[in-house]
């Protein structure tokens, strides 16, 4: 019998229950399915097995690591206790198998030093299967082929927009926001920026791996090419009057679950404001940097796009967007507008270094108590990456902010994770809509906490929530479909679920359990909850869009923490920020401003004692040092 190939619990339920009943400890062993790095952390959750001791075992049989299982400790979004066995010492690649006396427990365990691989390409292939306006053929799309859906060539406008009567324009292109077929900048902005920061920060790794899309044998990384799919559809999103963002392109209602092609709804432009206009500038300055050694021409339509835009978002700071009484698609609103302008003018001046841009970004300085996990509401930790990661644009205070709220956030993650028996960064608190993408996104806080300081508590924390994200959670769940044994089979997705194939299309991130379950009415009133344990409150079945739905702003986050430490495993190398010089063309203000050398007086930054301080220098040149709080440190 082939035990590495079976999941015991699986294999339990299969087998006739006597003659295994009586050898076999039923104990629960939560693990990433998918694989582990070679030479990076390694653990798995047990329960009710403390002080046993778990063995190792190759392919062969042979025992290759014995572990004494540690006391359990509680992780309340489980609502139970769990013991974190590390086996980081078993690193030589291949396939084993644990056993508590004789009985095998969790999944086959794998090693391998390209253990992200599949899950990079995977999460990041997800975004072509989400293209709207095109076909998708058995070439690149196997058994998901499909029609072409949404050309979107002849656009109409909201009512409320007033134009004249039938104008229409081309909003051809973009990726469908998650299991609807709406696109929306505000979604759009988030996830772009993230995926297009993956390729900045592993531009070795990104330039060479191949994502079968049809553009796969042109000059230009693929990661790229995906890309550029949704941001010439974004630049259509431009009233070319004045130069304002449409809020999103939906139609007016939901269609039913049908496949793109079979959805005859019209589509409109809906609605303009400050959230969508800023998300734009952000993406577009952004995209000009990276697209000008590959396609000049696009760079620049990019940025001249982006200006325009700002001096809308300037004449309008106070329009919002709302949703017209006779829209029901995603509404997107509610964004924090000062964190979203902040986050704009960051990007924009990253790239044109208008010094007018600068003063204004004097007086928006990173503001600690701001610092909060973004998403598509919140924005700040956006512009924080940015200005962190680019120490010869941006101020010396500036980049001291910047990395300040970071480590803020970092920290008191990797607090959260110490003494709790899954090791996983998530609280009760984070078990809201979309759940899966805190975890992600909090990886990516951490992953660039890691590239800032080159400390691995922040990488070994970021592996704690792929592990959880991969299986090592309450629900023995992979949330990535198509990967991993026990992988999401019901996501809430259109396509997946109106095709004639069974399993999901692969490498989507489910949202993930939630707390609010404010779907059960669309579940036939099943309330999925567990009380006093919201990492258990999830349904796997397509009713559920509030835990089972898929969206390219939850995508993008896991594909930046799999693909960074990919990349770092496989270049052996990590993001370099000082390497950041910002565009070597410009067609903006030319002027790359020399900054100040960092002042020797006052408050600095200092990685001391395996966390992020303050020093502060008096007059007389005493130092002290505090902590992020403000609290002297010894
Ligand atoms: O991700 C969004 C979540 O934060 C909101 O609570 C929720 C309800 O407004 O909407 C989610 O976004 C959905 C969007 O409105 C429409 N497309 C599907 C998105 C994912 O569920």
């Given at each position: 019998m082939d035990f590495m190939k079976i999941n015991f619990k699986k294999f339990m339920i299969l087998a006739s229950g006597t003659f295994l009943a009586s050898q076999a400890i039923a104990i629960n062993a939560y693990q990433n399915q998918e694989g582990f790095l070679t030479n990076a952390q390694k653990q798995m959750a047990l329960l009710d097995a403390a002080g046993k001791e778990v063995v190792f075992k190759d392919a062969g049989g042979k025992e290759a690591l014995t572990v004494i299982i540690p006391e359990a400790k509680p992780w309340t979004p489980a609502g139970e206790s769990a013991s974190l066995v590390d086996f980081s010492d078993l690193n030589v690649p291949g396939v084993y198998q644990a056993y508590v006396g004789d009985s095998a427990i969790g999944h086959p365990i794998k090693i391998s030093d390209s253990a992200y691989q599949d899950i990079t390409k995977g999460a990041l292939k997800f975004f072509y299967y989400q293209r709207a306006s095109m076909e998708l053929t058995e070439e690149f799309a196997g058994k998901y082929a499909r029609p072409a859906g949404h050309l979107d060539t002849a656009v109409l406008y909201h009512t409320l927009l007033e134009k004249p009567d039938g104008a229409t324009f081309n909003g051809a292109k973009g990726w469908y926001d998650a299991g609807d077929y709406g696109k929306y900048i505000v979604n759009s902005g988030i996830t772009t920026y993230t995926l297009l920061q993956l390729y900045q920060h592993n531009k070795e790794y990104f330039s060479t791996l191949n994502l079968n899309i049809p553009e796969s044998n042109n000059d230009i990384p693929d990661i790229l090419d995906e890309i550029r799919w949704n941001l010439e559809w974004m630049l259509t999103m431009q009233d070319e009057e004045d130069g304002g963002i449409y809020h999103k392109l939906t139609s007016k209602q939901f269609c039913g679950t049908v496949m793109p092609d079979k959805d005859r709804k019209p589509r409109f432009a809906i609605g303009k404001g400050i959230e969508a206009t800023w998300n734009f500038i952000a993406v577009m300055a952004l995209a000009?940097?990276?697209?000008?050694?590959?396609?000049?021409?696009?760079?620049?339509?990019?940025?001249?796009?982006?200006?325009?835009?700002?001096?809308?978002?300037?004449?309008?700071?106070?329009?919002?967007?709302?949703?017209?009484?006779?829209?029901?698609?995603?509404?997107?609103?509610?964004?924090?507008?000062?964190?979203?302008?902040?986050?704009?003018?960051?990007?924009?001046?990253?790239?044109?270094?208008?010094?007018?841009?600068?003063?204004?970004?004097?007086?928006?300085?990173?503001?600690?108590?701001?610092?909060?996990?973004?998403?598509?509401?919140?924005?700040?930790?956006?512009?924080?990456?940015?200005?962190?990661?680019?120490?010869?644009?941006?101020?010396?205070?500036?980049?001291?902010?910047?990395?300040?709220?970071?480590?803020?956030?970092?920290?008191?993650?990797?607090?959260?994770?110490?003494?709790?028996?899954?090791?996983?960064?998530?609280?009760?608190?984070?078990?809201?809509?979309?759940?899966?993408?805190?975890a992600a996104n909090k990886g990516m806080v951490l992953m660039h906490a890691y590239i800032l300081s080159k400390e691995k508590k922040y990488l070994n924390a970021t592996i704690g929530l792929i592990d959880y994200l991969m299986g090592r959670n309450p629900l023995d769940k992979s949330y990535l479909t198509g990967f991993g044994v026990n992988p999401t089979m019901n996501p809430h997705h259109r396509p997946s679920q109106a095709d004639t194939v069974e399993a999901p299309i692969p490498g989507m991130l489910a949202g993930g359990p939630n707390r609010d379950a404010s779907d059960i009415s669309a579940c036939k009133n099943f309330d999925y909850r567990v009380t006093g344990a919201p990492a258990k409150s999830y349904y796997d079945n397509s009713c559920s869009f509030a835990s089972n739905e898929v969206a390219i702003n939850w995508n993008a986050p896991f594909a930046y923490i799999v693909g960074s430490i990919q990349a770092i495993n496989s270049t052996g190398k990590v993001y370099d920020v000082e390497s950041s010089v910002g565009v070597e063309y410009s067609i903006g203000i030319k002027e790359n401003r020399k900054l100040k050398p960092r002042a020797t007086t006052g408050n600095r930054l200092v990685f001391k004692n395996g966390a992020v301080q303050v020093e502060h220098v008096d007059i007389q040149g005493n130092k002290r040092l505090f902590d992020l709080h403000g609290k002297m440190v010894k």
């Open positions: 000009s940097e990276i697209y000008a050694p590959y396609d000049k021409e696009f760079a620049e339509l990019c940025l001249r796009k982006a200006e325009k835009a700002q001096m809308w978002a300037i004449n309008n700071r106070y329009t919002y967007y709302e949703q017209p009484s006779d829209v029901g698609t995603g509404s997107y609103t509610n964004a924090n507008g000062l964190t979203v302008a902040f986050w704009g003018r960051t990007e924009l001046f990253r790239v044109t270094k208008n010094p007018v841009l600068l003063d204004t970004l004097k007086n928006m300085k990173m503001n600690l108590s701001r610092a909060k996990l973004q998403g598509w509401a919140s924005s700040y930790m956006l512009a924080a990456f940015t200005i962190a990661t680019n120490p010869n644009i941006f101020t010396p205070e500036q980049v001291d902010s910047a990395k300040a709220a970071i480590f803020l956030l970092a920290d008191n993650y990797v607090a959260s994770l110490e003494g709790n028996g899954y090791g996983v960064a998530m609280d009760d608190g984070d078990f809201y809509w979309g759940s899966n993408s805190v």
